[in-house]
């Protein structure tokens, strides 16, 4: 296996590994605070299956995906598959559908992150979202895999590093900001008065 497809096969079985504890949460929200919980998996859903090509995945393809990662799913001791059982699904002669999309999409995020940023970052704070109503006290997850994504942090890196020219920086610290993810820029001196003079 070479770098790129340790990339791609990796970063597939962790947002596959996602859908399955989705899935695993919706079975067992009986024994949670139904309410909340399902509307930060909700979001997390929404995060992933909004915008437009890349790695949009659609509502029903992370459904399946979960639901085939599941090990024992008619069991209430429900876990993920482990990645080597799913490394040698990819390794399977003729790779399954789902396993093709899911690939095809995931390709699509490690060939495009500028591209992606910001869907990026809504799923990662879903993520987050689902992981603070989960462990509250942090028991199980490190403080420092916690913090959602900095865009703005990302964006000033890319620039500085001459990964996106200054137009492409502001359309997408526009795009994060629009969707919450970033600060609103200030609005310059005399922009809010209408442009006209006396």
Request: aromatic content about 8%.
């Amino acid at each position: 296996m070479g770098q790129g497809d340790y990339y791609v096969n990796s970063t597939a079985y962790l947002v596959a590994r996602a859908f399955a504890w989705q899935e695993i949460l919706r079975r067992r929200m009986a024994s949670y605070d139904y309410a909340e919980l399902y509307a930060r998996l909700e979001a997390l859903t929404e995060a992933f299956a909004h915008g437009g090509r890349g790695f949009q995945v659609f509502r029903l393809e992370q459904t399946e995906v979960g639901e085939r990662l599941i090990a024992a799913p008619d069991h209430d001791d429900a876990a993920c598959m482990l990645l080597s059982d799913f490394l040698d699904r990819i390794e399977q002669d003729e790779l399954p559908r789902w396993l093709s999309v899911l690939r095809t999409r995931v390709t699509a995020l490690l060939e495009r992150p500028v591209d992606e940023l910001c869907r990026t970052a809504s799923i990662d704070r879903a993520l987050v979202e689902v992981l603070a109503f989960l462990d509250p006290r942090r028991r199980w997850r490190p403080r420092a895999t916690s913090e959602a994504i900095d865009v703005a942090t990302i964006v000033e890196q890319w620039l500085a590093g001459e990964m996106v020219p200054p137009e492409r920086a502001q359309a997408l610290l526009a795009q994060a900001a629009n969707a919450g993810l970033a600060p609103k820029p200030p609005v310059a001196a005399g922009a809010d008065r209408g442009g006209s003079a006396g």
